[in-house]
DNA sequence: TTAAATTCCTGTAAGC
DNA sequence: TGCTTACAGGAATTTA
């Protein structure tokens, strides 16, 4: 599932190619549309043609595209979204709810089989006000965040501390890859309540956190599922994984079986040796 | 206010 | 082989 490393990858992919384009016509397809959540897909068609992209940018797991006049598409990925940029002669896979006709010949196509994600148009006022669009977290990668920051965020939060990393609230792109890796480089349990780290925890788990994002980026994302670039690729970085996925299989570290368990509904894979 | 449970959706894999 | 069932999960919504 796209999570920050991999929105990252897209929107580094999509940027040199985006910038300057105009966006000559959107077509939305499969009706009552299930992706776009603001404004109605009636006025997100009429009003996004003709707008020129100025900038494409990251917030969590969001993808902004800032258009001239003051509005921005956003897209958010979900489960199994996919954002690419096609030729617009090619064929038209199965699931593709949006296309948007480029002053290029391209065609930036939004596909999602499990009708998980969103896309938006609108200022971010407007997007804020509308409850569309989340006020999130800070971004874990910004070398502003500091561990003292997440220390402070953590310290009335008697939830499990898989599920406030999880929390979009407390830090933004990160979801359940990433932060079954963040803690297990930080030998921490992830049952354990959130305010009960001490402070040199947080920043094992900070530098952990970081860490486990940079690789990621750097291996262009982990496709686990279905994940592709930009261009219809997927990444590496699934091959890398320490624990993700591998629940039952031995710790790389100490060589005991991971062990799963359910944490705000989602499947934590952790070593109860390295991780108490 | 916080946290847990429920819901949305479809492809995939396991089980019979 | 073919059918049924369980499972995967981001985040909004509902319930406690």
Redesign the pocket.
Known sequence: ???LPEVETIVADLRPHLVGRIIVRCELRSLPH?VVRYPQPQQFVDSIAGLRIDVIGRR???ILIALDGGRMLVV?L???GQLRLIDAGAEIA??THAIFDLDNGKQLRYRD????GRLLLGTETELLDS????RLGPEPIDPGFDSEELYRRFR?????LK??L???TTIAGV???YADESLHRARLRPDR???SLSRKSVRRLHDAMRESLAVAIKNRGSSV??YRDAWGEVGSQQEELLV??RAGEPCFNCGRPLS?L??????TVFCRRCQR
């Open positions: 599932m796209p999570e299930p969590g797991k969001f958010h979900g489960m199994s199965n699931h089989p499990r009708r998980f409850g569309t669009f989340p009335n939060r008697r939830a499990p599920a406030v999880l929390d979009q979801g359940n890859i309540a959130a305010r599922d279905a993700y996925g799963v359910r944490i705000a509904g989602r499947s």
